[in-house]
């Protein structure tokens, strides 16, 4: 199971240059030609009840990611639901203040020491959930290219459905990889126990990762976990049309479910603290594919941006403090994750 647990890492500053190198380029082309008081009289005007059913939806998303983890890892432990919601939202926090997304490590060191799981398993649960939600993007992605009436004259609609012929592509091969590994095991092992980490060497890594791997994909409760994840992109959809009502964009549905996946995508990069720069770059590239004037599209994506991030700060730091970690320890788990 080690195999899942991180080494040491290495101090070097390159992903973080390239972090915010990037955000700074993205936030350069969103704001130019930027109109700031056309923006602002939009804002003003926004809908505030619509802002605060797009809140609530995106919060629920996450109340849903804690319910798939919970049931990812019952093959392991009871893991109490209030403890995941904590640890997912203290996570949240760590992503919106630190760089380069290490909220994923520190959600996974939350759970595994309130509730008696090894991290080598919370982490690869983790790397299971990333699995599942591109496997569910890829396939919207998909339906997405098939059903949205695209207005920019057939030329971003064949961009979209090449890209989205090329996830489809990229996931149905790895899918099968996991699929065959997961086979493989099971024929391998069949009635013996399956190996421990006590084995030793990477092939004993190797075979741990495997047979936990194996056991939250064989697990009752792993198709119940599968459906809890279409609720963590539907809610973030939700919040998305909620946003885009209370900003008077009139667009379909299926716009907001396009703009959700680009940003998705986009933010998988390496970012800066909260993913600031490139949610925004993200946002109106997705919407531009349905000709949104690009200073609607940046006050919008502004907006929605501030709009939905507050939330998760306010409730990130409230699971932090409950957690018992404070902003120096948490800073000091996510640097160096073999500090005792």
């Given at each position: 199971?080690?195999l899942?647990?991180?080494d040491?890492?290495?101090?070097?500053?390159v992903?973080r240059?390239?972090g915010?190198?990037l955000?700074i380029?993205?936030?350069?082309?969103?704001?130019?030609?930027?109109?700031?008081?056309?923006a602002l009289?939009?804002?003003a005007?926004?809908?505030?009840?619509w802002v605060?059913?797009g809140m609530s939806?995106?919060v629920?998303?996450?109340?849903?990611?804690?319910?798939?983890?919970?049931?990812?890892?019952?093959?392991?432990g009871?893991?109490?639901?209030?403890?995941?919601?904590?640890?997912v939202?203290s996570g949240?926090?760590?992503?919106?203040?630190l760089p380069l997304?290490?909220?994923e490590f520190?959600?996974g060191?939350?759970l595994?020491?309130s509730?008696?799981i090894?991290?080598?398993?919370?982490?690869?649960?983790?790397?299971?959930?990333?699995?599942?939600?591109?496997?569910?993007a890829?396939?919207?992605?998909g339906?997405?290219s098939?059903?949205?009436?695209?207005?920019?004259?057939g030329?971003?609609?064949a961009r979209?459905?090449r890209?989205?012929?090329?996830l489809?592509?990229?996931?149905?091969?790895?899918?099968?990889i996991i699929?065959?590994?997961?086979?493989y095991?099971?024929i391998?092992?069949g009635?013996n126990?399956?190996?421990?980490?006590?084995?030793?060497g990477?092939?004993?890594?190797?075979m741990?990762?495997?047979?936990?791997l194996?056991?939250?994909g064989?697990?009752?409760?792993?198709?119940?976990?599968?459906?809890?994840s279409?609720g963590?992109?539907?809610?973030?959809?939700?919040?998305m049309?909620?946003?885009?009502k209370?900003?008077?964009l009139q667009?379909p549905?299926?716009?907001?479910?396009?703009v959700?996946l680009v940003?998705?995508?986009?933010i998988?990069?390496?970012?800066a603290?909260a993913n600031?720069g490139?949610?925004q770059f993200?946002c109106?590239?997705g919407l531009?594919?349905f000709?949104?004037?690009?200073?609607t599209?940046?006050?919008?994506?502004i907006?929605?941006?501030i709009?939905?991030?507050?939330p998760?700060l306010?409730l990130?730091m409230a699971?932090?403090?409950r957690s018992?970690?404070?902003l120096r320890?948490?800073r000091?788990r996510?640097s160096?994750?073999?500090?005792?």
């Amino acid at each position: 199971m080690t195999l899942f647990e991180p080494d040491r890492p290495h101090r070097s500053t390159v992903p973080r240059l390239l972090g915010y190198g990037l955000s700074i380029i993205f936030l350069v082309w969103v704001l130019r030609d930027f109109h700031v008081v056309r923006a602002l009289r939009d804002m003003a005007n926004a809908n505030w009840k619509w802002v605060l059913v797009g809140m609530s939806c995106d919060v629920m998303s996450y109340v849903f990611q804690s319910l798939r983890w919970k049931l990812l890892l019952s093959p392991f432990g009871k893991v109490r639901i209030t403890k995941a919601i904590r640890a997912v939202f203290s996570g949240l926090f760590a992503n919106l203040v630190l760089p380069l997304r290490p909220g994923e490590f520190l959600r996974g060191y939350i759970l595994s020491g309130s509730e008696d799981i090894k991290l080598g398993l919370t982490l690869g649960s983790i790397g299971v959930e990333r699995l599942v939600d591109l496997v569910i993007a890829t396939a919207s992605l998909g339906v997405a290219s098939l059903l949205v009436d695209f207005p920019a004259a057939g030329v971003a609609g064949a961009r979209f459905r090449r890209v989205a012929d090329i996830l489809g592509i990229g996931v149905l091969v790895l899918v099968t990889i996991i699929v065959a590994l997961i086979l493989y095991l099971e024929i391998k092992l069949g009635s013996n126990e399956p190996p421990s980490e006590e084995d030793g060497g990477l092939k004993g890594k190797l075979m741990g990762a495997l047979s936990a791997l194996h056991a939250m994909g064989t697990a009752p409760s792993f198709y119940p976990a599968v459906l809890f994840s279409l609720g963590v992109p539907g809610f973030q959809i939700l919040a998305m049309w909620a946003m885009m009502k209370s900003y008077s964009l009139q667009l379909p549905f299926l716009v907001a479910v396009v703009v959700v996946l680009v940003i998705n995508l986009g933010i998988s990069l390496p970012n800066a603290p909260a993913n600031v720069g490139s949610y925004q770059f993200f946002c109106v590239l997705g919407l531009s594919v349905f000709q949104v004037e690009k200073t609607t599209a940046t006050g919008f994506s502004i907006f929605a941006f501030i709009a939905l991030t507050l939330p998760l700060l306010f409730l990130g730091m409230a699971a932090l403090v409950r957690s018992g970690l404070s902003l120096r320890t948490m800073r000091e788990r996510v640097s160096d994750p073999n500090k005792a």
